[in-house]
């Protein structure tokens, strides 16, 4: 595959998308629908599991189906002590505490929780990096949250104070957050919020690639976007929050309201924040997850387990522009520890993964060869997708 011929605006934007990146907390939340993963994994209770963690919610609503093992790995070492911190308040903390922290995004007494119950079971890089942003956790300004924090954080903290700017706007949106019926919520979206949301302003923000880098978008991801819809990313976002609000329930939708709102409900929220599941994870289910900093490929190479069953998140995105040898690499990994019936998703702006086609692996066969795709499985489960922003949502099964 050749490598993406990169403008100087091109190389200018990977190297302020890497300079973030590597230096932040980039996912404060997984923006990605765990409910339609289960049912396209498919869990069972002897799977292995290979999970990109991100935010590491994901990571936990797949322990609640109590597989065998999780390998909840990512390059970002913020993005595990993220995770660690969440394993350690299951551990240590009780559950109004837990929900206070991860629920509203802030505790009153979250200086001496993290001081006398968590801070002695995290990795020292956590601890390093916890000591220093354990203040996202405390409310210093009114209605502050851990969830207007970190690179996509800041992006939901930006909207918010521009809906200070619009309160007709604002309450249009509260609202349609508080819509007991699809077609209430419909109708309030359509008249109310619809029309005075979408204007020149917004679509100038969300076509900038600052934008797009905080929210963890990485050029090639934005161009592929733009090259796929005829208005642009702001098009783009634009149908999928007109499906969003117009299609799906938005009293269970906990990912666009968490950053409407700057927090989650007792019931909207991810699975790891209801009472009973917190519950069966301190309980033990936790226990099966086991945390790495490190590429998927360095994982894989550098262990003898098999794994049944693989999630990828949308990170062949990033990789498949600029990396395609590490991404053939990260494949013949994949192909080297997959059982016989190992399966794998994965999410991407393309509607098709063609970036596949060009993969080689070592034995010379191509990757797309190795994989039998269920498009109408996801198809079928891509329109109950509560999150919506990714053109394509992949399930295959790697073949011998
Ligand atoms: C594209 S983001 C996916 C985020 C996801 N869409 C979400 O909303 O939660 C990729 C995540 O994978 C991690 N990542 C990217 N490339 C990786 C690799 N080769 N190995 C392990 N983690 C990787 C990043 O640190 C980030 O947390």
């Known amino acids: 595959m050749a490598k993406h011929a990169q403008s100087l605006i091109d190389r200018l934007d990977q190297k302020v998308f890497d300079a973030i990146y590597s230096r932040s907390l980039v996912y404060n939340t997984c923006w990605e629908d765990p409910a339609v993963d289960r049912l396209a994994l498919a869990l069972r209770p002897h799977d292995r599991m290979l999970v990109i963690a991100s935010a590491g919610c994901n990571v936990l609503d797949y322990a609640l189906v109590a597989p065998a093992v999780i390998h909840a790995v990512d ?3 913020r993005q595990t002590a993220l995770l660690e911190l969440k394993l350690a308040g299951i551990r240590q903390l009780e559950f109004e505490d837990f929900f206070a922290v991860f629920g509203d995004g802030h505790h009153p007494r979250f200086g001496s929780l993290y001081r006398e119950l968590l801070r002695a079971h995290l990795s020292p890089f956590a601890r390093d990096y916890w000591d220093r942003h354990g203040h996202w956790f405390c409310e210093i300004d009114p209605g502050d949250s851990f969830y207007y924090h970190g690179l996509s954080g800041t992006v939901a903290r930006g909207f918010r104070a521009y809906l200070r700017l619009r309160p007709a706007l604002r309450s249009a949106i509260e609202t ?18 619809r029309p005075q949301l979408w204007g020149n302003g917004l679509n100038w923000v969300l076509s900038r690639q600052l934008t797009m880098s905080m929210l963890g978008v990485p050029h090639p991801q934005k161009k592929e976007v733009e090259r796929q819809h005829e208005r642009g990313v702001a098009g783009f976002v634009r149908e999928a929050v007109d499906y969003v609000f117009r299609s799906l329930p938005v009293r269970t939708n906990y990912f666009w309201t968490l950053y409407l709102r700057g927090r989650y409900s ?5 699975e790891y924040l209801r009472p009973e599941n917190f519950s069966a994870l301190k309980r033990g289910l936790a226990d099966r997850i086991e ?12 262990t003898r387990e098999r794994i049944s069953r693989f999630v990828l998140l949308d990170h062949m995105d990033w990789m498949s522009s600029y990396y395609p040898e590490a991404l053939a690499e990260e494949w013949d990994a994949i192909c080297e520890r997959a ?7 994965f999410r991407s702006a393309r509607r098709e993964p063609d970036y596949l086609d060009a993969l080689r692996l070592v034995d ?15 198809a079928a489960l891509q329109v109950r997708d509560r999150v919506h922003t990714y053109a394509g949502f992949h399930i295959a099964d790697i073949r011998a």
């Open 75 to 77: 390059a970002n070492p």
């Open 364 to 378: 010379g066969r191509a990757v797309r060869d190795r994989l039998q795709f269920h498009e109408e499985l996801s």
């Open 176 to 193: 349609l957050l508080e819509s007991s019926s699809l077609e209430h919520q419909c109708r309030i979206y359509d008249r109310d919020v």
């Open 339 to 345: 059982t016989a019936d190992a399966r794998v998703i």
């Open 291 to 302: 945390v790495h900093t490190c590429t998927v490929t360095e994982f894989l190479q550098g």
């Open 266 to 270: 007792a019931d909207c929220c991810p």
